[in-house]
C-alpha cells in the first residue's frame, strides 16, 4: 500500500475553525435603512434691517457673519463609530433543498449607522454668541437677514438634511455574475463561490466659511471649520462565514459622508466606516466587464481577521480659517469635500482544505467524508447528490487535524460542461493532496479512473501535478472483489499503489486518511520553509493606490481640442479634483481657480495651442 507522490506547488492555508460544515441557517435579520431626512430651506431674502440675533436675552453681543452655502450645516451626531455588515454563514446544502423560501433563510445582518437627528448640539455658546445657528434641530423656517446695504450679515434657523448614503438594504439585486455555460445550474450553485459588489468610500465634508464676532475681540477673524474625513471601506476575513451566498442579496457597500465643518473652528464629524465581512479563502479581483475577461488580483484573504484597508474616505474640504493669508485676511471661500472613491469588485471563493476528495458520480465520496469527520453530507445512490463542496475536519490527535472537502462528482467530458462541469475543481488549487476515490464495483474501473484523472489534466496541469491517492471503493460488495486485482495491477505498472475500502463498513478507511495525514505534513513543512512568502505584508496596497491616484499634480494635464474646434478640452486628475472640491458659491473661489490655471501653466499652454478670445475651455465639468 502507498501513493504516489510527484510534486508539490500549491500554497494553502489550514483553517478547520472557520469551516465547519452543516450548521443551521440563522433567521434573517432586518437590515435598517437609514432614513434620509430632508428639511426644506426656504432661503428668501428680506430687504430689511437685520435683527440683533441674540439667542439669550441680555447675552454679550457677538455676532457672527457669514454667508453659509445652501448644503453647509448640519451637525449628525454619530452613535456607532463603525458600520459593519455581517454576512454570516449560511448552510449550502439546506439552501439549495429549501431554494423557494430562501430568502428567509438567508442571514444578513447590517449595523448600519444609525442617523442622528443632530439634536440640539451646534456647538455654540449662547450665552456667549448670537447670530445663525449651525445644524439647528429646529424645524423653523430659515431665513437669511440683510443689513440696509443689501449685504446679508445673518441666517437664519435652519436644518440642512443630512444628505448620508450609507449602506443601503434596498440596494439588493442578484450579483452573480450568469455566465453562459453555467445558466442551468441553480443560482445557489452560481453564487456560493463567486459575487460581485460594489464599494465606495465616503465624501468628505465640506468646508465652511465664518467669522469670529465677540465682544471685545474686534475683527475676530475668520474661523469656519474643515469638513469631516468620509468613512472608509475594509474587507475582513470572517471565520464563520464558508460562502459568498450573502452577496447575493447585497450588493453595495458605501462608506459614510464626512460631516461639514462649523464655525468656531469646529471640523465636521469623521463619516462611518463599512467592513465587508468574507469568508476565509476570497480572492478579490477588479471587476472588469462582461468579456468573461478576469481583472488583477487586489488581494488574497485566507485567514480569519485579516483586515484590509480598501477604500480611504474622502479628505474634508477646508474651511475659510485654513485660507487666511497675509494678503487676505478674510478669506470668503471654503471647499467641497472630495469624494470618495468608488469601484466594482469579483469576490471568489476558493476553500481552503488541505485534502480534496475527487472521483466520479457516485463512487463514494460522500460516504467516505461522513465516516472520517463529522460531516454529514447528503448521500444517495444515484449520480450528483453532491452539488456544492462539503467540508469536514478530520481530527487525529488534539493537536492534529485537517480540513477536508468531498468535491461534486466529475464525468467524463466535464471540460465540455457534460454534468456540473468542473468550475468548482477550482477550489482543490488550495487543497496540497487530493484522495481519489473509485467505484470498484463499477464495470470499468481503470477506465472511470482514467477519465477522472483526465479531466483533472484538462483542468489544470498545477492540479494533476498534485500528489494524490488512489481508494478502491466499495469492497465489501462481490463485483469490486472481483475488479480489485485487475485494477491494482494496472496501477502498479503506473507506479502507483492504490488503497481499498469499504466506507460502507469503515474497512480501510483509516489507513487511507493517514496515509493523506502524511502527504499533508510534507507539504505543510515544505511550505513553512518558505513561509514569509506566502503572506503578503502590506494588506492595505489598493488604498494606497487610490491615495497615489489622488495625490496626481495639478500640473499634469493634457489639452485636447474637440471636433468643431471651438472646444478646448483639458484633462487631468489632479486638475479634475481640484475642480471637483471647488465650491463655487463663493466670489473667491472663481479668483482662486483661475490663479491656480495661471499657476500650474493652463492658460499658458492654452495661448501656445491658440486659443482665441469667445472660445470655449472645458476643464473637468466647468465649461
Ligand atoms: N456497498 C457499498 N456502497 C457504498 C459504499 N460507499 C458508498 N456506497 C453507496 O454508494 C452510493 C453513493 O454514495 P455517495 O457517497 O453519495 O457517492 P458520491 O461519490 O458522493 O456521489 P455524488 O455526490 O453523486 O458524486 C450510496 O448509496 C452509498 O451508500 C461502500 O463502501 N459500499
Ligand atoms: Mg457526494
Redesign the pocket.
Known amino acids: 500500500m502507498g501513493c504516489t507522490t510527484i510534486t508539490f506547488g500549491v500554497a494553502l492555508s489550514f483553517n478547520p475553525s472557520s469551516l465547519a460544515a452543516n450548521k443551521p441557517f440563522p433567521k434573517r435579520s432586518n437590515v435598517p435603512i437609514n432614513p434620509k431626512k430632508k428639511t426644506s430651506q426656504n432661503r428668501k431674502l428680506k430687504l430689511k434691517k437685520a435683527p440683533a440675533l441674540s439667542v439669550h436675552e441680555g447675552g454679550e453681543a457677538t455676532t457672527y457673519t457669514c454667508l453659509p452655502p445652501k448644503d453647509d450645516f448640519y451637525l449628525p451626531v454619530q452613535k456607532n463609530p463603525i458600520a459593519e455588515v455581517k454576512l454570516s454563514e449560511s448552510n449550502l446544502l439546506e439552501h439549495l433543498k429549501n431554494e423557494k423560501g430562501s430568502e428567509e433563510r438567508l442571514n444578513f445582518e447590517a449595523e448600519s449607522e444609525e442617523e442622528s437627528d443632530g439634536s440640539g448640539s451646534s456647538g455654540f455658546d449662547y450665552d456667549r454668541f448670537e447670530l445663525y445657528e449651525v445644524g439647528s434641530d429646529s424645524d423653523e423656517e430659515s431665513e437669511d437677514y440683510v443689513d440696509e446695504d443689501g449685504a446679508i450679515v445673518g441666517f437664519g434657523r435652519g436644518e440642512d438634511y443630512l444628505s448620508y448614503e450609507n449602506f443601503n438594504g434596498d440596494d439588493v439585486f442578484d450579483g452573480c455574475e450568469v455566465k453562459e455555460k453555467e445558466k442551468g445550474l441553480p443560482a445557489v450553485m452560481r453564487c456560493f463561490d463567486r459575487a460581485k459588489i460594489f464599494i465606495k468610500a465616503g465624501d468628505g465634508g465640506n468646508g465652511v466659511v465664518a467669522f469670529r464676532r465677540e465682544k471685545f475681540v474686534p475683527l475676530g477673524g475668520p474661523s469656519g471649520g474643515d469638513g469631516g474625513k468620509g468613512g472608509n471601506v475594509y474587507v475582513e476575513v470572517d471565520g464563520s462565514m464558508n460562502s459568498l451566498l450573502p452577496f447575493r442579496k447585497s450588493v453595495h457597500f458605501r462608506a459614510g459622508k464626512g460631516g461639514n465643518g462649523h464655525g468656531r473652528n469646529m471640523i465636521g464629524p469623521r463619516g462611518e466606516d463599512v467592513v465587508v465581512k468574507v469568508p476565509p479563502g476570497t480572492v478579490i479581483r477588479e471587476a472588469v466587464g462582461n468579456g468573461g475577461l478576469q481583472g488583477n488580483v487586489l488581494l488574497e484573504l485566507l485567514h480569519p481577521g485579516q483586515r484590509a484597508l480598501l477604500l480611504p474616505g474622502g479628505r474634508g474640504g477646508r474651511g475659510n480659517a485654513s485660507f487666511k493669508t497675509g494678503m487676505n485676511k478674510a478669506p470668503k471661500i471654503a471647499e467641497n469635500g472630495e469624494e470618495g472613491h468608488e469601484m466594482w469588485l469579483e469576490l471568489e471563493l476558493k476553500l481552503v482544505a488541505d485534502v480534496g476528495i475527487v472521483?466520479?458520480?457516485?463512487?463514494?465520496?460522500?460516504?467516505?467524508l461522513?465516516v472520517i469527520s463529522a460531516a454529514k453530507?447528503?448521500?444517495?445512490?444515484?449520480?450528483?447528490?453532491?452539488l456544492l463542496p462539503n467540508l469536514g475536519v478530520v481530527s487525529f490527535d488534539y493537536d492534529a487535524t485537517m480540513v477536508v472537502a468531498?468535491l461534486?462528482?466529475l464525468l467524463e467530458g466535464a471540460h465540455r460542461g457534460f454534468g456540473l462541469g468542473h468550475e468548482f475543481l477550482r477550489h482543490t488549487e488550495r487543497c496540497s493532496v487530493l484522495v481519489h476515490?473509485v467505484?470498484g464495483?463499477s464495470p470499468q474501473p481503470e477506465y472511470e479512473f482514467d477519465a477522472v484523472r483526465l479531466e483533472l489534466e484538462m483542468f489544470s496541469p498545477e492540479l494533476a501535478e498534485k500528489p494524490f491517492l488512489v481508494a478502491f471503493?466499495?469492497?465489501?460488495?462481490p463485483e469490486a472483489q472481483a475488479n480489485w486485482i485487475s485494477f491494482r495491477d494496472k496501477l502498479l505498472s503506473q507506479g502507483i499503489e492504490p488503497f481499498c475500502?469499504?466506507?460502507?463498513?469503515r474497512e480501510g478507511t483509516h489507513e487511507v486518511i493517514c496515509a493523506a495525514h502524511r502527504l499533508v505534513q510534507e507539504v505543510r513543512d515544505a511550505r513553512r520553509e518558505g513561509a514569509s512568502a506566502i503572506f503578503p505584508v502590506n494588506l492595505n496596497h489598493v488604498a494606497d493606490m487610490v491615495q497615489k491616484q489622488r495625490t496626481a499634480p495639478i500640473n499634469e494635464f493634457e489639452i485636447s481640442r474637440d471636433r468643431t474646434g471651438e472646444a478646448w478640452h483639458v484633462t487631468g486628475a489632479g486638475l479634475e479634483r481640484f475642480i471637483q472640491m471647488t465650491n463655487w458659491r463663493y466670489i473667491d473661489s472663481d479668483r482662486r481657480f483661475q490663479h491656480v490655471l495661471e499657476a500650474c501653466g493652463v492658460n499658458k499652454s492654452l495661448i501656445k495651442l491658440g486659443v482665441k478670445e469667445g472660445d470655449t475651455v472645458i476643464v473637468g465639468d466647468v465649461s
Open positions: 472521483g466520479a458520480p457516485n463512487a463514494g465520496k460522500s460516504t467516505y461522513s453530507p447528503e448521500i444517495a445512490n444515484y449520480p450528483f447528490t453532491t468531498d461534486p462528482g476515490v467505484d464495483s471503493n466499495k469492497m465489501d460488495l475500502m469499504s466506507a460502507v463498513k
